[in-house]
């Protein structure tokens, strides 16, 4: 049989549409998605006969079933969300290919409040007259921190580059060549700079910078003094840096204003809870800073946001700058900042109900108790698995502490009738995506970043994927 002859023995789009289980397919689907996906299906199989070899012509049949079923299952496909939640067993609190912060179940209500009706976004309630929608969070953030005034923008790298070009566009900016950084997806300070339009002045060695290096620097065109905290790498052995309180004495005498990037904004001190000390923003403000800029959603446990604090003549520019425009918003994320922002009035509040701060402060005991918990509803279905628990670390993640080491308990997973590589590759691709990591030949599941109710799912997936 030659290949036009079977070519012409493919079913047409209307013979697909009228199949019984494509009539049924349109009733969930939209008729167009699946129109488009039987006509992707049939060209796939031109396709696919053209490349047959020709000693295998006369074997060759149309495998109809086959076709409904790649229309029906790539119809579903389509219409299923790419965005969409999964179980992050990987322990990376942070994890930022997974979305980074994970946002209280107890604001879930006053966003989607925001989303589904209209809002208060840009009005004043008592005059009736256009209003700022950054005022929703000024207050609050001027609260927290005891800074004069604040500005938000959509995420750290907008608000320093924002500062920069109102503050220092055209001028020098003197930073540390220690804290010349690179942030995620390769963005980097220098590069950051230069599309504010402020001239980079660098200044000591990668390890050592002084305060003489700084006053060296300054001369007429010196707009800035610039403190980014080194948050997702440390520098150790023979280093030394300059403090932000010595910089804003060094900055009051030569009448230029000192500028700290945080990075990952802090409101509480972890130190408390066992972690290493991370400079929080109240730290930077009462140390004198003019401005500070950090993330909303890394440490602080919010929607992902750049926060700018800070002196109100500084901040008063900023809000004039063109590029505050291109740089704001929306009403989603100043909901979610807003309520998340109300949580630290209570800082134990806060340590409860904010997902970052509970997963990175529960204690070692706590982790242990959940994962006897896992152990036995996986052991009880007799599944043919080697699961065990094991003493681990997790890690903060996010470009946030990068050398603490969280102890916690794990539960590692092995079978003997599929490879590690397929039962991490077959958890992954699970409905409800499962993230592990794969150390020593094992599965490895960290408990300290689940659900208590994601058990289930993860019993579940378990379960199909063994058969």
């Not at 700022?132 to 604040?150: N, Q």
Request: hydrophobic residues 40%.
């Amino acid at each position: 049989m030659s290949k036009g002859k079977i070519l012409s023995t493919l079913p047409s789009v209307d013979e697909l549409l009228n199949h019984k289980e494509i009539l049924t397919l349109v009733q969930e689907v939209p008729r167009r998605v699946v129109v488009n996906e039987i006509r992707r299906s049939i060209e796939n199989y031109r396709k696919k006969i053209l490349q047959i070899d020709e000693t295998s012509l006369n074997t060759f049949k149309i495998d109809i079933e086959e076709i409904i079923y790649n229309i029906i299952s790539n119809s579903h496909k389509f219409m299923r969300m790419n965005l969409r939640e999964v179980i992050n067993g990987t322990g990376t609190v942070l994890h930022t290919n997974l979305g980074r912060s994970l946002l209280s179940n107890t604001i879930k209500d006053e966003i989607w409040d925001i989303a589904s009706g209209y809002s208060t976004l840009e009005i004043d309630v008592s005059t009736g007259k256009r209003g700022s929608r950054y005022s929703h969070v000024t207050e609050i953030i001027k609260f927290l921190t005891g800074a004069e005034d604040a500005l938000v923008v959509n995420n750290n790298a907008a608000a320093v580059m924002l500062v920069l070009s109102t503050m220092a566009k055209n001028k020098e900016v003197i930073v540390s060549r220690g804290e010349l950084v690179e942030i995620g997806g390769s963005f980097r300070v220098p590069d950051v700079m230069e599309q504010s339009g402020a001239k980079l002045v660098d200044i000591g060695t990668t390890n050592k910078t002084h305060l003489w290096d700084y006053e060296n620097a300054i001369g007429e065109n010196t707009a800035a003094f610039l403190k980014v905290h080194t948050s997702n790498y440390k520098i150790l052995g023979f280093t030394d840096s300059v403090s932000v309180k010595d910089l804003v004495d060094l900055g009051k005498k030569n009448n230029v204003p000192v500028i700290e990037d945080l990075g990952s904004g802090v409101l509480v001190d972890l130190q408390k809870y066992g972690l290493t000390h991370e400079p929080t923003v109240q730290e930077s403000v009462a140390a004198g800073a003019d401005i500070v800029t950090f993330s909303g959603d890394k440490l602080l446990g919010g929607p992902q946001a750049g926060i700018i604090v800070g002196k109100k003549c500084f901040i008063d520019k900023m809000k004039k700058n063109p590029l505050t425009r291109a740089f704001r918003i929306d009403k989603l994320t100043m909901a979610a900042l807003e309520a998340t922002l109300k949580l630290y009035l209570d800082e134990e509040n806060a340590i409860k109900n904010i997902p970052t701060l509970r997963m990175l402060t529960e204690s070692l005991d706590s982790i242990k108790k959940r994962t006897n918990v896992l152990y036995e509803m996986i052991s009880s279905k007799g599944l043919d698995l080697e699961v065990n628990i094991s003493s681990d670390y997790s890690e903060v993640g996010g470009g946030s502490l990068p050398l603490e080491k969280l102890p916690t308990c794990t539960l590692t997973l092995k079978s003997k009738s599929i490879s590690v590589s397929q039962l991490e590759n077959k958890l992954r691709k699970y409905s409800r995506p499962i993230f592990t990591r794969v150390q020593d030949d094992r599965v490895i599941i960290d408990l300290r970043t689940i659900k208590q109710e994601q058990y289930e799912i993860i019993v579940q997936a378990l379960v199909e994927v063994m058969k």
